[in-house]
């Protein structure tokens, strides 16, 4: 495999204000939290999700590390679902001084491109400014933050601008090029 160019842009919010929200779709669409930890539901979202766009960072995760990570306070999970059908999900986490990264959002491919996912991510900050609420202990959110990278969905960047996410840097690395696994092996055929 060659090597190729990865831009990777950070992009945070400072202040609730700050979330500029989408409209929701129109159909029965709904965002539920993932409130029993479940590393077998979560890595289904993580690898149906991020099949076709090259997430493979936790595709060797054992199931202890899923569940242990899956455990941690102030780690959530909220799930968009179409009708009863999962579509999409977004997992964040707090950290130290008050801040929330959104570690992971995207759609299953079939989902993409009907609004889901501005509603998806407007939820989701919206849930990430209110984190330190539903977890006692945890701080006040004072800063929810994210990065996206040229190998994400071609929409994803703009998506998160929209939401009133504000760039504050990017880097461009050199990354061994991998081909994209698919949730299941042949998913998604080149």
Known sequence: ??????????????????????EAPEGDVRVVRAEVPSPEFSR???????????????????????????ERPGVETWVAYERGTPAGYVEMEAQEEGAVEILYFGLL???RGRR??????????????????????????KRVWLHTCSKDG???????????FHLFDTKVEEER?????????GAFPS
């Open 109 to 111: 491919p079939a989902f």
């Open 44 to 70: 289904f979202l993580y690898a149906s999700v991020g099949g076709d766009i090259r997430w493979t960072d936790r595709l060797a995760w054992p199931y202890a590390r899923w569940r242990e990570h899956l």
């Open 1 to 22: 495999m060659s090597n190729i160019a990865v831009t990777t842009w950070s992009l945070e919010q400072t202040s609730p204000t700050d979330l500029l929200p989408a």
């Open 154 to 164: 071609a929409h994803a960047l703009e998506n998160y601008r929209r939401r009133g």
């Open 177 to 185: 090029e991998v081909a994209a696994p698919g949730p299941w092996p």
């Open 116 to 141: 889901i996912g501005g509603h998806l991510l407007s939820y989701g900050t919206a849930r990430a400014w209110d984190l330190g609420e539903r977890h006692p202990g945890l701080a006040p959110t």
